[in-house]
């Protein structure tokens, strides 16, 4: 017995609708809308298992219009995943529910990332879909050979970081990648037409995609379209003309079904017009059948797929990449591997750059690339050759001048596993890729930040690229591990740390200018977050705290204070979650409480009270800065041992 | 005697490369390349007077691709401009030079705008450009009719942000704006195909604009393309291809002239290739005579200007527009106007309607927005209609799902004079805006946004949509104003603050759920920025320090504690730089060191060490927020009085 198309999709829009009743909170009418169209994407193309949520030769799916969470629910439920159950459908939006208001990877296996912020979904799926091709190209069709498909609503694609996404795609020539548009012309606030006039699919065509287009509510046709866009060697944006809300008699087509409940008697004419008589949360066994029906096709595609896997020559290189477990003293090693021939001052990038080599030569899963400063993040290795369409093998990305394009795709590599992406930027335009840096840290994903030109250091470049409140700031978001290092030894430590890391992003903070070597050893004391890098030779009066190449500073305080009988620790802070993760015990021995602290960095004061205490004096720069020469800077800025040392001595004396 | 085109185009690259040279940092390849365009555009398209920097009626020039600063350093000083001297281009990128490295608004009267992060003064021009048809809307042809000029390079229209800014232009119609696409098909790391494959032209008219081209080093074509573009009633881009560092002749053409000095072998070479003979910074007089004669032409038409201004019949309310200035107490007035329909548990984002009601009926100048959510956001207030190319005279723009494009045009708006804008969007999404915020702040520009579902209170959406870590990485921005407030009366003096602030932004941080009235005078307790709200009724053991949503908690915090015989304070802190800047006695009557203090707000705790003290305690939230309704949520985190008062009463014991 065949069920109707109709009554699969009616299905989800049920699920949909019931749900975001229950919950009286939620987006229906982007699920009633694309009910059709995924419907046919996960009868006839998507190739998944829901036994196996984490196949790595899955379909990717994007589901970039996060807000329209019920449709994805509704889909893994109906294909049969073991999460979400019916009950967790029936929870949604409700505290400790697994179906959550925007999906989240971390919550459901089978929810490829966390969407919501729009357009991101879109920019991660680039990622995911340039992993695809490179590991196709390092280990072949056989085991190698998936798609990436993403729904996408109008916001995604008036959202900036489309046009960063939408670039690189056509540029790397990503034909795995399609992207279904929900053309319904609606936004929240009404219409589309009161704030854009653009024709979406020029634009896409002008950077090198294929379009199709659909009726969205017209089986067949939606049917042509993937196929159509599935053959395109181009990446291919399908524009589906659907009806916001489909189904909702009254509602249908207007905002109203947006971001709202549609209410009892709208649920009641809706469900009596898509002749859905099933109680709330019940799918009629027949549906229910078939659903799961295509949920088992992908079964047999993931057996002949293990046995390739079972027999290919590279499997356990393979299983070891998707695994992606980084052994800490594995990587410290080869982090330190160009250790001598790193000069006896330099600049942290630079420091990175021999860490770098090392790193990249052994770890075949490093994909770096910077947005357009590869010769200023020094982020390009010998191990690197760029990736372009007829070389998916290469291990470098040139992301071109986009920041948070690159942020996305990154967190879009990382999160389909097998590479470990780390980009390169300006720490300033850290605020450009800021809401990609946000999810990174939400989806546990393993991306690391390259961030030079970390300070006033940056010099005549002046104000709008000269960071001061970026390095506190980044420090405030949860889950991600900010590090400053100060001289080559802990660059080459934090790039062990970042790496091992495998549930969350890192950010390298690291100068423009030459610092002094302050270590020898490769004891990992970065680990801690925070350690006493030098004690004081008199007795204690002071404890300098300081991070990257301020600490060049509190070493030439800490010798002004010693010289006049006053004892000076100093503290390196290099990552402050670090530090905090350990032992009070420790901390307090770090950080006596009695003793003067003293904290020096080139950012902003506020949030250094936590160390420094009531007592303690904070160095640093609460206003924009300025250009002009690196010293001239410095120094007008008050950061220097001539400025410093005197207001400490001061202090100890009142 | 007439000078050749050449040689006046050759002042600029001479000038360029000297500057340049001499500081040994900069980019000469920008200005030497588009020297040519440049003469052409000043010479016979811009209308400005050097006399007269601040002309309401010139033509906006921005440099959107800043790092060519030298280009308009040149301009402005071979055409008369009092500032830059000589002697400033001399100490180009010099600590104190008003020729800083990057083109800074408040360094020079000339510069329009602060440039540097690519792609933002694209979008600001097209915020100066909306904000000429409406102020042409409102007070007519004869005193405001003016273009703007805009030189963007491949770093721009890469950027995301130009996308937002294209699309907004083209539906807005504004065919006042004209970009200059500096096509040299070089970017820093090399050649433009590295990283991008656009056909930008094709991608410009998908969204409605007009395209012209130009050889770049063709005086006459340049001419031509420069007309057509004015000519058409669309925005114009016009694509001038260039060879950056056009004159350095084994340089010019590549990267290496992009981003450093040429080097003094290639600098002599670039001169005897032009044919430059002049010393370093010297310039020929008849050459100089002939910009500076280009320079006097906007005299004229300034002249003529004036004229018609001053028989103007709207010319004092014009003149009040242009000049800016908000007096407090008026601005309050407004605000509380309809203080009588304001209810007594209302959201503060309701509140800020309330006040918006009444500032907007009584301020002609303010132009709102959101990027579209206007019916959470509540922006849209009876007195604004939307702008269209149809009615410009609209105060309210429809921006779309552009956060960061809506920023950056209000910045474009609020520097250009006689608009103040506000915009609204989710707190969350400040991180979309946040290049742009911190633009508004170093360029002191008078923009309020509305940042509304600021905390957990948004409930079911989820993390994603949850701001844990924005109001106080906000409140590192330097210059920029955060106001939390906690209710109606406060929301209402938040706003008057924000309003009567002319050299800086605002962000008001509002919230979602319900609240209730703290306070019922409007005495403008909130312009001290933190404030004791109420005083402890029993012995002071206590200071609660809150604000927004949060002071409810503290509230009931203060009425458990009292209940028990503890005095308690509750301090409202709605806004930390306006505390900072109160008297150290005004602060610690308010704070006082030797009482527990204790902060009360669902985000970071980190920061408020400052006001809490080694001693103190901070209720708040470290981690990213979950999905649940609001309730749930606060219990989660621990954020109600059953939760924090035993942890107060514990440590007071202690």
Known sequence: MTVAQTDLANAIRALSMDAVEAANSGHPGMPMGMADVATVLFRDFLKFDPADPKWPDRDRFVLSAGHGSMLIYSLLYLTGYAQPTIDDVRTFRQFGSPCAGHPENFELPGVECTTGPLGQGLAMAVGMAAAERHLNAVFGDAIVDHRTWVIAGDGCLMEGINHEAVGLAG??????????????????????????????????????WHVAECDGHDFADIARALAEAAADPRPSLVQCRTIIGKGAPNKQGTSKTHGSALGKDEVAAARENLGWTAAPFEIPDDIRAAWLDFGKRGGQAHGEWQKRLASHSDRAEFERRMAGDVDLEDAAGWAFANWDRVPASVATRKSSEFALEGLTAAMPELVGGSADLTGSNFTKTPSLTSMTPEYYAGRYINYGIREFGMAAAMNGMALHGGIIPFGGTFLVFADYCRPAIRLSAIQQARVIYVMTHDSIGVGEDGPTHQPIEHVMSLRMIPNLEVYRPCDAVEVAECWALALAKKDGPSLLALSRQNLKQLRTGGDMLSAKGGYRLRAATAARQVVLISTGSEMQIAAGVAEALEAQGIGADIVSMPCWSRFEAQEAAYRADTLPPDVLRVSIEAGVTTGWERYTGDGGLRFGIDSFGASGPIDSLYKHFGLTVEAIAPKILAKLQN
Chains 1, 2 share one sequence.
Do not use: C, F, Q
């Open 171 to 208: 540029h790397l020539g990503l034909g795995r990648l399609n992207v279904l548009w929900d053309d319904n012309r609606i936004t929240i606030d009404g219409p589309v037409s009161l704030s854009s006039s653009e024709d979406i699919p020029a634009r896409y065509r002008a950077s090198g």
